[in-house]
């Protein structure tokens, strides 16, 4: 047995690093590695420039032993990394900054990684879009921006992340910018002080997991719209929105709603994951993204059925993470069902939204778990989506399915869930006919 035991303990320091595993980004992320907390400074000294400085303190937990430790990363260039404290070699190869020392299973290290230098994007082919850091330039209307977008894997253009979201942690955030300009991070903001060099620093805290590229940071000339706050039950949010101060009010109207549209959700999803809210309108033509507490919106996308499944995603995405990125539906086809859910929360035909969906079906559909990253936004996660909860809503009535909802993200809140652990719920809670109906959703070639 002593040979047994042996081999197994060089295996264990032999084994070399393996990424998560997914699906359809299989280089994401590194097995074995949790990455709890980020403490994230960034200093951005002229909004609008990729010019960038992070100093980001990571706290990592290794659930097996890994020989080293390698994050995602293709940011700015690395000043220093320390390790508890101590300098540390580091080398950066193919998107990975790897840091050469074996972390023991069950141990803890506080990994600080300084960098500076321009901050670009990850280019998406599917999406045709530059993720992660995003600068804009000033023009003569409008000064210069940043923000980060971020799905699925633009983190990293910014900050070395266990950049895959079966890996959700907490975030601390310190924006320093020159004075007289806005930084604005998800969560809840804890200060915002004046520096001596003429630049003032905001810290805000997210104490719910969510996963890397749902991480929302916003720097501008931006006016801050705070909104009455909301009361849920026992539940209190604080609502606040920003704009850029050219945005004309027509933009700005249809998040008045916002606090309706939250109160309205919470009745069929359960109590809101975050204790506040707000959306941050940007000038750049992107689609819009429920970055966490703080929805990123194009102009283009402040709408109000963009801003509903925006909000949705707060529970469906954010607060309840993805396992792999082929599950995608699992978000999309929950936040695109809340639109018809504010639909009829109002009042309204919703018999138009139904019938849309089948029509952007009717070129073509597929099973719902996506096998290429083509899929993942594709009409099928969106629409299909919807249709399959609305099929299975249909089947077992509204008081039942209000039930499971409130029992799924309560649930899987920051566990990283997969179509399987949703379809284990359904037979747990529901029975056999309502999983076979949503299995034949999610499996057959065409539409049930
Ligand atoms: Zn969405």
Not at 71 to 86: K, R
Not at 199 to 214: G, M, N
Request: glycine share 8%; net charge negative; aromatic share 8%.
């Amino acid at each position: 047995m002593l040979r047994t035991a042996l081999s197994t303990v060089l295996l264990a320091v032999l084994t070399p690093s393996t990424p998560m595993g997914d699906t359809l980004y299989p280089h994401l992320g590194q097995l074995g590695l949790n990455v709890t907390h980020y403490d994230l400074r960034l200093t951005v000294p002229t909004p609008g420039t990729p010019d960038l400085r992070s100093d980001t303190t990571l706290t990592l937990h290794a659930e097996r032993d890994l020989p080293d430790v390698q994050l995602d990363y293709s940011g700015p260039a690395i000043l220093n990394v320390t390790w508890n404290g101590q300098p540390v070699p580091h080398r950066r190869a193919a998107d990975k900054l790897i840091i050469p020392l074996p972390l023991p299973a069950g141990q803890d290290v506080r990994l600080r990684v300084t960098a500076a230098g321009p901050a670009g994007g990850v280019p998406d082919p599917t999406l045709n879009i530059t993720l992660g850091w995003q600068s804009v330039p000033a023009t003569p209307t409008q000064p210069g921006a940043n923000f980060t977008f971020s799905e699925p894997d633009g983190t990293r253009s910014f900050i070395p992340c266990n950049d895959h979201p079966a890996d959700p942690a907490t975030f601390t955030t310190t924006l320093t910018v020159p004075r007289g300009v806005t930084a604005v991070a998800g969560g809840t903001r804890l200060a915002d002080h004046p520096n001596l060099d003429g630049t003032h620093s905001v810290t805000y805290t997210l104490t719910t997991p969510i996963p890397t590229y749902a991480l929302g940071i916003s720097v501008g000339t931006l006016d801050t719209v705070r909104r009455p706050d909301l009361r849920i039950g026992d539940q209190h949010v604080t609502l606040t929105d920003y704009f850029p101060t050219s945005i004309p009010d027509t933009v700005r109207a249809p998040y008045a709603r916002t606090g309706d549209i939250l109160t309205a959700l919470s009745d069929w999803f359960g109590p809101y994951p975050f204790s506040t809210y707000g959306s941050v309108v940007v000038t750049p033509d992107l689609p819009a993204l429920e970055t966490a507490t703080l929805s990123t919106m194009p102009v283009r996308s402040s709408r109000e059925r963009v801003i509903v499944h925006e909000i949705a995603h707060q529970w469906f995405g954010n607060a309840v993470p993805l396992g792999d990125w082929s599950d995608t539906w699992l978000n999309e086809g929950f936040a695109t069902y809340a639109e018809l859910l504010w639909t009829q929360a109002q009042g309204q035909d919703t018999a138009p939204l139904l019938r849309g969906w089948r029509d952007r079906l009717r070129p073509g559909t597929r099973p719902l778990t996506a096998t290429t990253p083509a899929q993942m936004f594709d009409a099928t996660a969106y629409a299909r989506g919807a249709l399959a909860l609305h099929a299975l809503r249909t089947q077992i009535g509204d008081d039942a399915f209000r039930a499971f909802l409130h029992t799924y993200a309560r649930t899987r809140a920051g566990q990283p869930t997969r179509t399987a652990d949703m379809l284990h719920l359904t037979r747990t809670q529901l029975g056999p006919e309502a999983a076979t109906l949503l299995e034949n959703w999610i499996t057959q070639p065409e539409l049930p």
